[in-house]
């Protein structure tokens, strides 16, 4: 018997997901599932999310398409997607947190401000 020659054999291209990314997607619903800005309901909905994307994850790690299957592009194009709106929604709830903290700085200069006004009447 002959060994195989892999050099006759053609490399069927062959498609993936865009796992890295939907790691990232992943984490930040984690991430959001312990935010204090998050209500409870919130938190919770973030949470099962991002265990459903990672059932998803370990079954795409393995997974190959053809290279004529255009769900992976869409897919894939979902994925970027998704991505952006978790990092926008996290930078929305940093965004919260330092709102607060000027709005109470506002609150404090106000006030020193009133002080020193000229009562009126």
């Given at each position: ?49 991002g265990k459903r994307l990672r059932g ?66």
């Amino acid at each position: 018997m002959r060994p195989l020659n892999w050099k006759n054999f053609t490399r069927i291209k062959m498609k993936k997901t865009n796992n890295t990314l939907l790691v990232s997607c992943i984490e930040q619903c984690f991430f959001l599932a312990t935010s204090s800005q998050l209500t409870p309901k919130q938190r919770n909905e973030m949470l099962a999310l991002g265990k459903r994307l990672r059932g998803s994850l370990i079954n795409l790690l393995t997974a190959q398409f053809n290279d004529d299957v255009k769900e992976v592009d869409e897919a894939n194009a979902e994925i970027q997607a998704v991505d952006q709106l978790l990092l926008d929604a996290i930078a929305a709830v940093d965004n919260v947190a330092d709102t607060v903290k000027r709005v109470n700085q506002l609150i404090s200069v106000l006030d020193k401000l009133l002080e020193i006004a000229i009562p009126i009447g």
